[in-house]
């Protein structure tokens, strides 16, 4: 029998006879790593790592896919080169989903983003004063306010606009009430004349009115030595019977003179209205 190798037992070991070595049993034998055939290691330190090389497996320092972080405004770091860098956050200077902070020099855009909050809540936000709010008394200066509904207003000095034209009142003249409520020729008319009361061209009285509004129209035709006056009322090209202040309609204008119309039309149904008109002579 060959001579067995009686250096290297250990608990747990068999030996093979072909080498003349002791070989750990799995399972039974307390190994080290650098015990196993395939694994080097070399001044081992801590933090290192067991990677493979190729060719075995050796202990290294782990320096993983990280190679360098850089910090910032608000931004701090420990460990900056890997493995696994620590950021701070301060959020005194980083916005963050919960913390307030005030932005200053920002644009929120509205299109991609949601404001969220009660009328109260976004009304006691907004304290500077060019904004018009709510809850808040504002002053609005050359601003265009489209069909809105005022309750209770008090105008104080209002300002109204008027249309006047250097021309001369004859044939059928379009009054268009968005342009101006007072329409005023300055020329002597030539002719007795149609008055077509609308919104414009593109919109009709019956868009621009509501079933229950009305709309007063002030007409000033100025006369010379021959006078002419409204023979007929239209409300978007369609004939309208006019209620004439004392039941009577005019028969003639006034020589020498500006003869101011007034129109209240009122809207009681769809395209159907009650006209009420007054001439009255001014010189």
Known sequence: MATINTTDPKPGYVYNSSDDTWYPLLGLATQSLDGLTDVVITTPTSGQILAYNGTQWINQTETG???????????????ATGPIPTVAVDTAVVATTNNAITLTSKTIALGSNTVSGTISEFNTALTDGDFATLAGSETLTNKTINTATLNSPIFVGPE????????AATGTINIDTLTAGTWYYTSNATGNHTLNLRGSSTTSMNTLLATGDSQTI????????TAYYVTAVQVDSVAATVKWQNGTAPTAGNTSSIDAYVFTVIKTAASTYTVFGTQTKFA
């Open 65 to 79: 896919d990280v190679t360098a972080v850089t910090s910032g405004t608000g931004i701090s770091l420990t460990n």
């Open 160 to 167: 109204e606009r008027v249309n006047v034209v250097a021309s």
């Open 218 to 225: 002030v007409w000033l035709n100025t006369n010379g030595a």
